[in-house]
């Protein structure tokens, strides 16, 4: 059973350029995670989504960042005009049905993304 | 709202030694709790949870932590360290308003020398 999957691993953008990283969940897992670990610090809540819908987005910062997770295909973490304060490891996570809280959440490798 | 603190961003230990990891948190409800693991340059793997049943929960490679209402806590401990547990460790909460979402502590960084 194929874990978490995400891509790329690691990213370079020039800034101003867009980032666009992609997380496929789990097999039997429709919720989405996606945080943010910048150097040196823990991880932080970003977005929560299902398939086609958007749960929580408390942790989203207001501007340049957006996410979709779509009826077909993967998860998508899109970040417009990257500035190098965007630099960190993204990580998306999964679960299966939001009906039992308190659900293991598995996480992916992380996308490492450097903005130059 | 929810927090997690964990009590020293660096732990040294020797090998052989005992292993313990301070975690505290806050929850205005019955939380849910959870110790990752983060290896260099990788994911975070599920060390253990605590999920309102038995307050000593044993998880994978040796490792234990025990919830403690009175305290607000959620130390993890390993009784002997082996070089392998050199990594990084997180403690997460959640609770039933939250669903499945996670609030994670600093992270604490563990150094085990020969």
Known sequence: NAGVMQNPRHL????????????????????????????EEGLKFMVYLQ???????????????????PKEGPSILRIQQVVRGDSAAYFC????????????IYFGEGSWLTVV | ????????????????????LRCNYSSSVPPYLFWYVQYPNQGLQL??????????????????????????S??????????????????????????NKLTFGGGTRVLVKP
């Not at chain 1, 101003?16 to 670990?37: D, F, I, N, T």
């Not at chain 1, 996570?93 to 039992?100: E, H, N, R, V, Y």
């Open chain 1, 51 to 69: 398939k086609e819908n958007i749960i929580d987005e408390s942790g989203m910062p207001k501007e340049r960042f957006s996410a979709e997770f």
């Open chain 2, 47 to 72: 060390l253990l949870k605590y999920t309102s049943a038995a307050t000593l929960v044993k998880g994978i490679n040796g490792f234990e932590a025990e919830f403690k209402k009175s305290e607000t």
């Open chain 1, 12 to 39: 370079v953008r020039r800034r101003g350029q867009e980032a666009r990283l992609r997380c496929s969940p789990m097999k039997g897992h429709s919720h989405v995670y996606w945080y943010r670990q910048l150097p």
């Open chain 1, 93 to 104: 996570a999964s679960s299966p049905s939001q009906g039992t809280t308190g659900n293991t």
């Open chain 2, 1 to 20: 709202a929810q927090s997690v603190t964990q009590l020293g961003s660096h732990v040294s230990v020797s090998e052989g030694a005992l292993v313990l």
């Open chain 2, 74 to 99: 959620f130390h993890l401990t390993k009784p002997s360290a082996h070089m392998s547990d050199a990594a990084e460790y997180f403690c997460a909460v959640s609770d039933k308003a939250a669903g």
